[in-house]
Every structure is written in C-alpha cells, then in structure tokens.
C-alpha cells in the first residue's frame, strides 16, 4: 500500500517537477489576468520566438499568456475559446511585429494585410479576453500607462458610431483594423 502510494504521489507531481521556473513564473504572471475560478484548470502559453508555446494543458476552456511588446506593455490575459481562435493570433502576429522591430504603423498594416488576404480571422461571436491583472500597462501616445482592470468582448470591425457609450466604465476599442471590442473596465474585480 505504501508503494502505490509513493507511485501516485509521483505520478501527480511529475508536471510539478517537469516545469522549469521560468515557465512557472510565467503561468504566475498570465494567471492575474482572470479569477482563480477560471485560471486554475487553464492552459497556459508562453510568447517566444515570435509565436506563442503550451507552457501548460488545462482542463477548462480557457488559456491564459501574458500580452506585452518591446516598449513594455503588460497584460496578462485569458482568452476563452472563441477568442483563442480568433483573437490570439491577431495578438500573436502584432507582438512579433513589435519584436521584429516594426513600428505600431507597420504592425497594423500587417495585420490589415493579413486579414485581407484570409491570414488572420475576425472575432467569432462571444469571444471574451480577461484582462484583469491590476498590475495592467499599455503603450500608447509614446508613453508607457497603467491600464484599469478589465474585460474585452470582441466582434468583427464596428463603426464607431456604432454604440452610443458616454464616460464611464464601457468604451469601444478599435486597435485593431479587423475587429473592435467593447472594454468594460472593473471597479472592485
């Protein structure tokens, strides 16, 4: 009894062991993106190399990876389904751009050429990305900003006419030019 015991602990623990702390530290970081709820049963990536890696298999449907780029954007997110599938890869070609060196302007000529061309999908319907690390920076007007505790849910490319959203904790995004979404930004998360 006492071996299959020490079996099944080893046999549990064998993931524990097999990830390096880089990747431990890095499942830490994308895991402040959504609450723990939806984290601890997620898969986890890790951008390297230009495209994101499995760092970790979930159980759920959601995978989370931190969001950042070369001027030091941070923001860890997870991505449900829909949005892996039609929004990561947008994320994953505009974090390469950035890291090959291209400007903002570059990028998102990239990214408009590539959704033309059929490279790149729009949003699916329901595509929902957390984004709610308080520790949250964005680049943007040149400078390096906290970004609010928040979530996106994506459509395909909207006018911005589309809602009529005063102030207040609910804006459209239109970053990218093949898909919008709506930012609902968390008070007490």
């Known amino acids: 009894m006492k071996y299959l015991m ?8 064998a993931t524990c062991f097999a990830l390096s702390e880089t990747d431990r530290l890095e499942i830490q970081k994308a895991a402040q993106g959504a609450p723990p709820h939806i984290t ?6 890790k951008f390297e190399d230009g495209k994101f890696t499995l760092v970790q298999r979930g159980s759920n449907n959601f995978t989370c990876a931190v969001i950042h780029d070369p001027n030091g954007r941070y923001e860890p997110s997870c991505f ?12 994953e070609l505009h974090m390469k751009s950035l890291y090959e060196g291209k400007s903002y302007d570059e990028t998102y000529t990239l990214l408009k050429a590539a959704f033309a061309s059929g ?15 308080p520790n949250n ?3 943007r007007d040149g400078q390096l900003k906290s970004s609010p505790v928040h979530q996106m849910y994506f459509f395909p490319k909207l006018k911005n006419d589309v809602f009529s959203l005063g102030g207040g904790p609910v804006s459209i995004w239109q970053g990218f030019p093949h898909l919008s979404a709506l930012i ?6």
């Open 6 to 13: 020490l079996v099944l602990l080893n046999l549990t623990c």
């Open 40 to 45: 601890k049963d997620a898969t986890f990536l």
């Open 80 to 91: 449900n389904e829909q949005a892996v599938r039609s929004i990561l890869p947008a994320y």
């Open 119 to 133: 490279k790149l999908p729009t949003s699916e319907s329901a595509a929902l990305v957390y984004m709610m690390s």
């Open 137 to 139: 920076k964005i680049y």
């Open 184 to 189: 609902v930004v968390l008070e007490n998360p």
